[in-house]
Antibody, heavy 121, light 106 residues
Framework: EVQLVESGGGLVQPGRSLRLSCAASGFTFDDYAMHWVRQVPGKGLEWVSGIRGNSAAIGYADSVKGRFTISRDNAENSLYLQMNSLRAEDTAFYYC??????????????WGQGTLVTVSS | DIRMTQSPSTLSASVGDRVTITCRASQSINSWLAWYQQKPGKAPKLLIHRASTLKSGVSSRFSGSGSGTEFTLTISSLQPDDFATFYCQQYYSYSSTFGQGTKLEI
């Protein structure tokens, strides 16, 4: 059974940093691209960033480019999102999501339960 | 970026009804479209990919159609568990985008 468990969310002041983690199990982690998708509470979904199975980044949404960095540790079956220079508009649930292939693919077939990031002073 | 527009934003229906949700893309995405269902407080779940392919384990009451720029999700004979918010997603281009969602309510 595919399991994705996010951690690292919380309350952070504007301009500060936060690192999200996602522990994956139930599949061969390095065979699949992984993504972060966020959702402002009560609003729609926004793709944030993706990374190929070989650890090359697929890309970033314009809204986070230059501030967020995606990475993965295939030995630890873990996905990360380093978020710097956080803004109030980054407040959202952040979902760790598995893709259905290892390369540049955006079909999101399994989602974690999400972790809430709140950016506020 | 490719813009995805869903209609309606809210849909009221009853158990047993057949309903259709529409998703339009701002440019052709061939059949690179997925549908997700999200219940309150839960993560989205993939229902359909390649516009019309049902994910394994998803009820056959769900069906998808379309190609190019116009797509539909149809749910036949609504069940109480079907009431949720549905999102379409294009995965044709770099920087995948979602529709704004359709809330299906009783």
């Amino acid at each position: 059974e595919v399991q994705l468990v996010e951690s690292g969310g919380g309350l952070v002041q504007p301009g500060r940093s936060l690192r999200l983690s996602c522990a994956a199990s139930g599949f061969t982690f390095d065979d699949y691209a992984m993504h972060w998708v966020r959702q402002v509470p009560g609003k729609g979904l926004e793709w944030v960033s993706g990374i190929r199975g070989n650890s090359a980044a697929i890309g970033y949404a314009d809204s986070v480019k230059g501030r967020f960095t995606i990475s993965r540790d295939n030995a630890e079956n873990s996905l990360y999102l380093q978020m710097n220079s956080l803004r109030a508009e980054d407040t959202a649930f952040y979902y760790c999501v598995k893709s259905d292939c290892g390369g540049d693919c955006y079909l999101l077939d399994y989602w974690g339960q999400g972790t809430l990031v709140t950016v506020s002073s | 970026d490719i813009r995805m527009t869903q209609s309606p934003s809210t849909l009221s229906a009853s158990v047993g009804d057949r309903v259709t949700i529409t998703c339009r893309a701002s440019q052709s995405i061939n059949s690179w479209l997925a549908w997700y269902q999200q219940k309150p407080g839960k993560a989205p779940k993939l229902l359909i990919h390649r516009a019309s392919t049902l994910k394994s384990g998803v009820s056959s009451r769900f069906s998808g159609s379309g190609s190019g720029t116009e797509f539909t999700l149809t749910i036949s004979s609504l069940q109480p568990d079907d009431f949720a918010t549905f999102y379409c997603q294009q995965y044709y281009s770099y920087s995948s985008t979602f529709g704004q969602g359709t809330k299906l309510e009783i």
